[in-house]
């Protein structure tokens, strides 16, 4: 755990995902099990020369396949072109972006790190990176990426159990009806039962003499 959080501290905290995990900390995680330190092509040979030292190896180059690098910037939206769909707010890996379906979008600058991962699904090509100095956003990125993470999961469970919640609806339904089938047809049955118990009693009757009928009746008021 402490080998993760030393190698995490490297890392720029972009949350770019260009090493083919979600984010910083994941690829910390990963390297701690024994997977390659030059993917962090953000992090530059700065990272890669700190990452070096630090697991006592020496590559030499980073992979430039895990490329390009990120400036430091910030994305801002040109509201006058926003369509409001959403699919930035979905894409940013650390909530930056606030607004609602069909209304205007805003990038919040403090939490922005510049990823560049709302530009590709912006359908409408809205979303401009600037030159930023703000570095605070990358020092905490880390934080609003955990949290960002943990409310799409709540996001993601709340989905699955109001569809297990309709799904259990429908069957309850389906067995009320079937409940309600049955009772109607075991009425019928109590019909069908009663008008036989009646033939059965008619035939005891027109079998029985005439003392004996009169009896029959007094049993069977």
């Given amino acids: 755990m402490e080998l993760i959080k030393v190698i995490h501290d490297e890392l720029p905290q972009i949350q770019c995902g260009r090493c083919d995990t979600?984010?910083?900390?994941?690829?910390?995680?990963?390297?701690?099990?024994?997977?390659?330190?030059?993917r962090c092509v953000p992090g530059g040979d700065?990272?890669?020369?700190?990452?070096?030292?630090?697991?006592?190896?020496?590559?030499?180059?980073?992979?430039?396949?895990?490329?390009?690098?990120?400036?430091?910037q910030t994305a801002i939206i040109n509201e006058e072109e926003c369509?409001?769909?959403?699919?930035c707010i979905t894409a940013c890996p650390v909530d930056a972006i606030c607004g609602s379906v069909n209304l205007m979008h805003n990038?919040?600058?403090d939490l922005c790190t510049g990823c560049e991962l709302c530009i590709e699904p912006c359908p409408v090509d809205c979303?401009?990176?600037?030159?930023?100095?703000?570095?605070?956003?990358r020092k905490n990125s880390q934080y609003y990426f955990n949290l960002t993470e943990e409310l799409r999961n709540q996001e993601t469970k709340k989905r699955k159990m109001d569809k297990s919640f309709i799904y259990n609806q429908n069957i309850g339904?389906?067995?009320?009806?079937?409940?309600?089938n049955r009772n109607i047809d075991t009425d019928e049955n109590i019909k069908i039962l009663q008008f036989?118990?009646?033939?059965?009693?008619?035939?005891?009757y027109h079998s029985l003499s005439k003392k004996d009928r009169t009896d029959f009746i007094k049993n069977n008021k």
């Fill in 196 to 204: 036989k118990i009646l033939e059965n009693q008619l035939d005891q």
């Fill in 107 to 109: 990038i919040i600058e």
């Fill in 127 to 137: 979303i401009e990176l600037v030159k930023s100095e703000n570095d605070q956003s």
């Fill in 173 to 180: 339904d389906e067995i009320n009806a079937r409940i309600d």
């Fill in 46 to 72: 700065k990272t890669l020369k700190n990452l070096n030292n630090l697991l006592n190896k020496n590559i030499e180059e980073i992979d430039l396949d895990y490329g390009p690098s990120v400036k430091n």
């Fill in 22 to 38: 979600p984010g910083c900390y994941q690829y910390a995680e990963a390297i701690a099990e024994g997977e390659v330190h030059n």
């Fill in 83 to 87: 369509i409001g769909c959403k699919k």
